[in-house]
């Protein structure tokens, strides 16, 4: 029984004299926790609906007025043009628009019936589906409220129109989302583990021998896992269209040049992280926790951005998934042009400057 106690205090020294395994072992749970207890939101609000009313009376302006007061959807931050509905959706300022077009007021005093028009985007299924939701109980509840009691007019229906998703198969919004998730995780594990095994098995000192730089270092250990990412992402695009049926209408050699940005910004993560870990375990650990849980929870690629928590939305702005998803859903769904992504891709270039930056500078401060 003493041998097991001293053989139990050995070992506790050790995991003691760790101390980034031990913030590892404890912020992941609480990261987690965190994570999971406040990013996953299943209810669906705050959808930007633009409107256009064409009738402008009373009722429509009513019925205008009970969208937007519902908790459901939200005005576009600016008046968006309504000439290009597509157009409306590729630059992600509305998710639906509403139509409310001429003779809907006398329609409602006459008890006639009257079709309204929504078109909504597909690209999310699980959106879509809760627009045409939402819509139908308030034109019905509308309809009860404003009517006489005991009236049973034909009533006031939607036309509805959805575009990039008309089945609303959620495999075609899940589905181009996981090569954002994979993409990142995969380039990052990988090359977190490459400064961190050079230093674990001797050889940095040899390396730093040849007259070469930091930044050399850097820039070489990078390229063969940029060939890497870059078939793994052709594999997952060709899976996506081949046996999820997932369209791609957009430009491949636009998704090509976004893909390199990110996986650089990916590779850019991995590298630091190696620079500021001792050894692989470490850096696989840190990789998978800074990678793996924000590219899934904080991306918007199962549940939106905008239904989080103010802290959490501050915190996506520093996840690259976040840009990428919305790139590749842009792309392949919707065929966004490079006007549409070019805030998205400067977001990435900008993380990676960042990230080589840093790492640049503490792979030059622990060689020196």
Do not use: W
């Amino acid at each position: 029984m003493q041998r097991i106690k001293f053989i139990a205090r050995k070992e506790l020294y050790h995991i003691l004299r760790d101390p980034r395994s031990l913030m590892i072992v404890f912020a992941m749970p609480v990261m987690m926790t965190f994570l999971y207890g406040y990013a996953i939101n299943m209810d669906i609000e705050h959808v930007t609906l633009a409107v256009v009313d064409q009738d402008k009376t009373a009722d429509s302006r009513d019925l205008v007025s009970r969208f937007y007061n519902s908790g459901y959807f939200d005005r576009p931050a600016v008046a968006p043009d309504l000439s290009d509905i597509e157009q409306l959706f590729r630059s992600g300022r509305a998710a639906a628009v509403l139509i409310v077009r001429p003779g809907f007021g006398s329609a409602l005093t006459r008890h006639e019936k009257f079709d309204l028009g929504l078109v909504i985007d597909g690209a999310d299924a699980s959106l879509g589906a809760a627009v045409q939701a939402y819509t139908t109980a308030l034109v019905n509840q509308y309809q009860i409220d404003k009517l006489p009691i005991g009236t049973h007019p034909p009533g006031v229906f939607i036309s509805r129109q959805v575009l990039y998703n008309p089945d609303l198969k959620s495999s075609h919004f899940f589905v181009p989302g996981l090569l954002g998730v994979i993409l990142m995780t995969i380039s990052a594990l990988l090359t977190s583990i490459t400064i961190a095994r050079e230093k674990e098995t001797g050889t940095l000192e040899q390396l730093l021998t040849t007259p070469v730089t930091a930044r050399e270092i850097l820039i070489g250990k990078l390229l063969p896992y940029v060939v890497i990412a870059f078939l793994d992402g052709a594999l997952i695009v060709t899976f996506a269209t081949l046996m999820f049926d997932v369209p791609f209408v957009g430009s491949h050699l636009l998704l090509v040049l976004f893909g390199f940005i990110y996986v650089a910004t990916a590779l850019s993560l991995g590298i630091l992280i190696s620079s500021v870990t001792k050894t692989q375990q470490v850096a696989m650990m840190l990789a998978q926790t800074t990678t793996l849980l924000p590219a899934v929870m904080l991306s918007g690629f199962i549940f939106a951005i905008r239904n989080m928590p103010v802290p959490l939305q501050a915190i996506s702005y520093i996840v690259p998934a976040r840009y990428f998803v919305r790139i590749i859903r842009g792309i392949m769904l919707k065929g966004a042009s490079i006007e549409v992504l070019a805030a998205q891709a400067a977001a990435l270039v900008g993380l990676m400057v960042l990230f080589m930056f840093l790492a640049a500078r503490k792979f030059s401060t622990r060689i020196g």
